[in-house]
């Protein structure tokens, strides 16, 4: 597990447009829509301090508002979040906006467990690997 960087086909890298690395890591969420009585269930892919890939077979309209539940260990971290992109049948991008100082403390210390020397990894999304 390490650092993501984006790399554009062709091999080429491209530049960082995210305000914080992302790191590939498989963290279970609460996902409660508006509306919704019962939270959904998922699993990142990657995170960072601003936000998450979540791998899920459900999609969440762009610019939809809701709440998350990352677990980070035993630690449960709430944010409010906004969706900004949606893939049909694979995930969603999320924005966090309401994550607390003791959301990112518990973020920060956990990524920097995860590889204390991170090697740039190509991005492939599962989007990407379920084209066909």
Known sequence: MGHVQEVAPGGVTRPERRR??????????????????????????????????????????????????????????????????????VGNGIEFIGIDAAGEQALSEYFSKLDTNPQPVAEKTLRDLLII
């Open 20 to 89: 914080h690395p992302r790191y590939a890591c498989s963290l279970p969420v609460e996902i409660r829509l508006p509306g919704v009585a019962f939270p959904s269930q998922g699993q990142t892919t990657d995170v960072s301090l601003c936000g998450c890939y979540i791998s899920s077979r459900f999609n969440i309209s762009i610019g939809t508002t809701i709440e998350l539940k990352l677990w980070v260990g035993d630690v449960g971290v709430k944010t409010k979040a906004i969706v900004r992109t949606s893939d049909p049948g």
